[in-house]
């Protein structure tokens, strides 16, 4: 299950629960202490604005304040790492992104356990990539792209905000599936990889919006596609990729877990309420404004869902023999 599809069947699946069943056993647990939700990321990037929203929101109906703590480094590895450690009582919440939760697993399979250290809570949003060329690129579609780039096996570069990443993955994604052979370029973090685009020592990259629209509205470089199952919103005149490659899709997503052996009644108290928070009309409108398309899924959509996604990457890694650095 990918893209809107995926979404619209997690969100159905939410609505076929019982609704005084769900309410009752959520009803039953309430926290005695301040949560905190870990984000592996630094502040400022659209998971941690996400987070900062949706906080209050939640502190409000739990009666308990909700304190969001970054513990950036290793693609969220070190803030998986110290949840891991919490304690199983509904009061720690990792909230991550495809990175940490179906990439680390694959990449860092000796340090990361997740079937064993956590539970599922819910699929939060998700939001496509956008796939920026350098404007000196000879190519204005992403079939000329592709054409290109068999013309040249090798002379392609790509930046991206680091190994093993998302951005670093959708480069691979793309050789396998247009038979193109494009070298990556890792850098630390996105603003060093755009300003070596727009320099012109890489030729394209993939990335949030959010980070390239500035630098696509200034001509600095140009859109060739998106990433997601249909066009954005945000750039309606972009053909998404699977327009071309129609197996084609990366979508980045924003997931919670807590720690195993976490109370069920905790779990479905707390999904209901991260539902609620994703429901407000100012958190919708800001998420929006991000590219992010909030979900709210269930416990048990958010593992089948995870399963299938760290499969897909699983392969990409593989087929690329890309290791952990």
Do not use: C
Not at 122 to 127: I, K, M, Q, T, W
Not at 213 to 234: D, N, Y
Not at 283 to 296: F, Y
Request: glycine content about 10%; charged content about 15%; cysteine-free.
């Amino acid at each position: 299950m990918t893209g809107s599809t995926t979404r619209r069947g997690l969100m159905l699946g939410t609505a076929a629960l019982p609704f005084l069943a769900r309410g009752a056993a959520a009803q039953a647990w309430s926290p005695t202490r301040p949560l905190r939700i870990v984000i592996g990321f630094p502040p400022g990037g659209g998971i941690d604005i996400l987070a900062r929203l949706m906080a209050p929101k939640m502190s409000e109906k739990l009666g308990q304040a909700v304190v969001v703590e970054n513990r950036p480094g290793a693609n969220g590895l070190i803030a998986t790492q110290g949840v891991a450690q919490s304690e199983p009582d509904g009061l720690t919440i990792l909230f991550g992104t495809t990175g940490n939760l179906a990439v680390n697993p694959v990449l860092y399979a000796d340090r990361v356990d997740l079937a064993r250290d956590f539970a599922p809570l819910s699929l939060v949003a998700s939001l496509p990539f956008v796939m920026v060329v350098n404007p000196s690129v000879p190519a204005n579609t992403l079939a000329e792209f592709i054409a290109l780039a068999r013309s040249k096996p090798g002379e392609l570069n790509y930046g991206s905000s680091g190994n093993g990443g998302l951005p670093h993955l959708s480069g691979e994604l793309l050789n396998a599936q247009a038979n193109i052979r494009t070298v990556h370029v890792p850098y630390r973090g996105s603003s060093p990889a755009y300003a070596d685009l727009i320099g012109g020592r890489v030729q394209f990259m993939f990335d949030a919006l959010a980070i390239g629209q500035p630098h696509i509205e200034a001509g600095r470089v140009r859109a060739l596609a998106t990433t997601g199952a249909r066009r954005m919103a945000a750039l309606p005149e972009v053909p998404a990729a699977k327009e071309t490659l129609p197996d084609f899709e990366v979508v980045n997503w924003y997931g919670m877990m807590v720690r195993a052996g976490t109370p069920a009644s905790a779990i479905l108290r707390l999904q209901q309420e991260v539902a609620d928070a994703l429901r407000q009309p100012d958190v919708a409108a800001r998420a929006a404004q991000l590219g992010l398309d909030p979900v709210g899924s269930t416990a048990e959509e958010f593992a089948t869902f995870q399963r299938a996604e760290i499969d897909k990457w699983g392969g990409v890694i593989r087929a690329a023999d890309i290791k952990a650095q």
